[in-house]
């Protein structure tokens, strides 16, 4: 998977890109081998890497990594007091308490 850069779409920076030789302002380039595609996400049409932009893949980051089921507590706190930790809420991930004090 490669990251390209945005070519310049400045005028005068028209350039060919892809294998249909399509003339365009502006273009994504390979950082592998230099060459320049129209679109991203898509396939390099020279080296065959996979490009893509770092905002493609957060917005596809949590279906690769789902999140662990969790618990549901009421605000009474219905999960305190159940034998763990001595009766004391803590993040499970972290273990900060999640006390409140009133």
């Given amino acids: 998977v490669g ?3 945005q070519a310049s779409s400045a005028a005068g920076a028209a ?5 249909s030789c399509t003339l ?6 390979c950082p592998r081998c230099k060459a320049k595609t129209a679109d991203v996400p898509s ?3 020279v080296c065959g890497l ?7 893949l957060a917005r596809s980051y949590h279906h690769l990594f ?3 089921p969790f618990r549901e507590v009421n605000g009474a706190g219905d999960a305190a007091g159940d034998g763990e930790n001595g009766g004391k809420r ?5 273990q900060t308490s999640m006390d409140v004090e009133g």
């Fill in 90 to 94: 803590t993040c499970f991930g972290c």
């Fill in 50 to 56: 996979t490009l893509i932009a770092s905002p493609h």
């Fill in 3 to 5: 990251f390209p850069s």
């Fill in 24 to 29: 365009r302002s502006g273009a994504y380039v």
């Fill in 66 to 68: 789902p999140v662990k």
């Fill in 15 to 19: 350039c060919f890109v892809g294998t």
């Fill in 43 to 45: 396939e390099c049409h």
